[in-house]
């Protein structure tokens, strides 16, 4: 059947690139992108703007969509009262950021799709998520929140404009961020006692309602248990760590992680999936691999990189956005099975295999969430780790592990053939960023070229292709189309890659870049009276606020990683004027930190880091050699987070590195060997050629 919406016209959103904002293309809705002419109209017709923020894997803004937007009466409400702008929130976080602290502070609630009605002038008198058309359950319909907004517009205007000048001094008042003390180890304890208290030791993860992956609080509990040697730390990590891996939030026909789960098992997913958390995962995974030498971290992390480098990697090199929950108008309709469709694709050994293992049943071995009634459809998912499930079985556990292997990939192939859930192919600097240093981890734990091959080619798209025509770093790429003024995270994400991707290669063109990346976001977002970095730059649109943001959330703050940033590049380059801007930003944010320290993770590694013991390694030798390998390979096989590493060639006669680093001016090889120098704290130790030598000067 033919899609009616294609018949309209299509308002201004089709001119668009994000393809969030071309879903909205055909609606009845006039919608206009974020931008002067709509604020111009507004003040022209004098009409309040009706601002609907979102993103295009979240379901509720495709819910909203289907029931408000597409439908004929709602359309003609709002294009009589209102001035329409659609946002991508993933395009544009300055606004999402800045209107979701409104919604906040005005509900004491937040969430997508975002909905702001404001004066043309961008001050907002009302804040909602969704909204649904008609009235029900204690939530306004679209049919009654327009005339009653269009009643206080046109009749107690001046109500609403004292209201929205209210909201702007109290939001003005919120961000002001009074430096304090700096932080010491104490806060580390802190936050591991709030982590620890909130700890589900049943299903792994932290809380008892809906679970979210955080890899930060992973990454962090890491240092702490390394820094302390508290089991409970590392046993936090672990239990999390696998009962994600076992749970249906895991993509177990075609890999990869989805968002988050409804339930406190890990059991049933919000579908879609994001780079960022791939990312993260990625990091998390190796780390722990690193701590504990088990096998099943290694496995996870390369099956993470295998769904995003088949799926989630553009031609020019970098990484796309997300992949929706939804195809075909049903959230996880691609994701899910019923028993005879298992039955149907698999041999009969390999059917019932299945089925035992990943917890099929004919009538679903999951409950809807809004009718509480079993479906028929299935989400793969384990109850133990893969060998004790065969070995209470009493199965042999190497063919039975090539038996699932092969029915996976039968029913993967399978799958390919169901409409898939659109992907957002937009490509994000930060989400890059992010996806770039874990490639690099992974290519230098696991000594694999094709990760490292993946994280050269989308950092060198990234630097050729994502500047505007000044140099400076841009948001957001699509289709040949290079947009939107750089953010705080797009730079230190960014840094951030360049940094672990110098440390895998050692091309200095990398830690070159980085250091100029760093002298600009310097330049442009950092906060000269107050210290830390502001969100937005120094000529960036201004929407009501310039914000500085420290929270840890589903990804971390663009200040966390600027300060682990700014640490690596000041013992790379002995520079303290890094080290000192590191400082200032734990100075700056210490008072919002101390109120709850778990909720800035990301902030307590870099400060773990700043507080050592940490090491400076300069390995002086020849790439090519198999000692200088075996010594690279012991150096990264151990979790050794709180590093820097540099890399002195010694068959070059003046070597890139010491004009950035004078410092290996004078390190060299010992009698043509690989040479390792290690300072720790800033004292140094005596070369070594000795790989154990090596590993007991860095306390291994």
Known sequence: MADKSKERNPNKLILEKSPYLMQHAYNPVDWYPWGEEAFERAKKKDKPIFLSIGYSTCHWCHVMEKESFEDPEVARLMNENFVSIKVDREERPDIDDVYMTVCQMMTGTGGWPLTIIMTPDKKPFFAGTYIPKESRFGLTGMKSLVPRIKEFWEKRRKEVENSADQIIKSIRDASREMPGEELGEEILHRCYENLYDVFDEQNGGFGHGRKFPTPHNLTFLLRYWKRTGDGWALRMVEKTLQAMRLGGIYDHVGFGFHRYSVDNQWLVPHFEKML???AMLVTAYTDAYQATGKEEYAQTVQEILTYVLRDMTAPEGGFYSAE?????????????WTEEEIRQILSGEEAETVIKIYNIYKEGNFEDEASRKKTGKNIFHLKKPLPEIISDLQMPLEETSELLEKARQKLFLEREKRVHPQKDDKILTDWNGLMIAALAKAAQVFQNPQYLNAAEKAMDFILQEMRNSEGR????YREGDTAILGFLDDYAFLIYGLIELYETNFEVK????????TGEMIKHFWDDENGGFYFTADDAENI?????????????SGNSIAMLDLLSLGRLTSNPEYEEKSAQIMRTFSRTVSRTPMGYTQLMVGLDFALGPSFEVVIAGNTKTDDTKTMLRALRE???PNKVVLFVPSDVKS???TGIAEFTKNQKSIEGKATAYVCQNYACKSPTTDIGK?????NV
Do not use: N, V, W
């Not at 770093?473 to 957001?476: E, M, V």
């Not at 990398?510 to 990346?517: F, K, N, Q, V, W």
């Not at 090596?694 to 860095?698: A, N, S, V």
């Open 694 to 698: 090596m590993l007991e000067f860095l």
């Open 655 to 657: 070597p890139e590195i």
């Open 544 to 556: 009501l606020i310039r914000k500085k943001e420290i929270y840890d959330g589903a990804y971390p």
């Open 473 to 476: 770093l841009c948001h957001r």
């Open 324 to 336: 929706d929950a939804d195809s075909e108008g049903e959230e996880g309709k691609f994701y899910l």
């Open 638 to 640: 151990k979790f050794i």
């Open 510 to 517: 990398y830690l070159r870049e980085a250091i100029t990346l």
């Open 276 to 278: 960022y958390d791939q």
